[in-house]
């Protein structure tokens, strides 16, 4: 638990605790939200193939990279999206603009996916 200014003890038992959260909020993720699982079905395929495709290990981080910071993205949205819900059902402007936000966020590095992809790979094929 805290100390007495507040702060949790730190090493290797912290570690592991923030290792068992994260985990939990990624099988929740993973439970909960189709977009998220769609988002690691693709990172799964794709990859692979960013990882034969890049000719350095900075075109391979670009383009594994841009992909995992989607997932982050997505799994923020989903927590934004989650506390909105917890406060219940009904509608207001700023909850609507704030899960607007969020999926805004989500595309932007969706964008930024195809950008990275699109700068790395485009003057091979053309």
């Given amino acids: 638990m805290a100390d007495e200014i507040g702060n949790l003890p730190r090493g290797p038992a912290r570690v592991l605790k923030a290792a068992v959260w994260s985990w939990q909020g990624l099988t929740a993720a993973w439970k909960h939200e189709s977009s998220f699982r769609l988002e690691v079905y693709l990172f799964v395929v794709l990859a ?3 990882l034969w495709l890049g000719q350095t290990a900075v075109e ?3 383009l594994v990279g841009s ?3 989607v997932i982050a993205m ?3 949205n989903s927590a934004i999206e ?3 819900e917890r406060y219940g ?3 207001h402007v700023l ?3 704030a899960k607007d936000m969020g999926s805004a ?3 932007v590095l969706m964008m930024n996916v195809l950008l990275c992809w699109g700068l790395i790979l485009a003057p091979r094929i053309l």
Wanted: charged residues 15%; proline residues 8%; aromatic residues 8%.
């Fill in 74 to 76: 997505e799994l923020a």
């Fill in 67 to 69: 992909m995992l910071l």
């Fill in 89 to 91: 059902p009904e509608f």
């Fill in 82 to 84: 989650a506390v909105i």
């Fill in 60 to 62: 391979r981080v670009l």
């Fill in 105 to 107: 966020a989500v595309f």
């Fill in 95 to 97: 909850a609507g603009r």
């Fill in 48 to 50: 692979p193939l960013a």
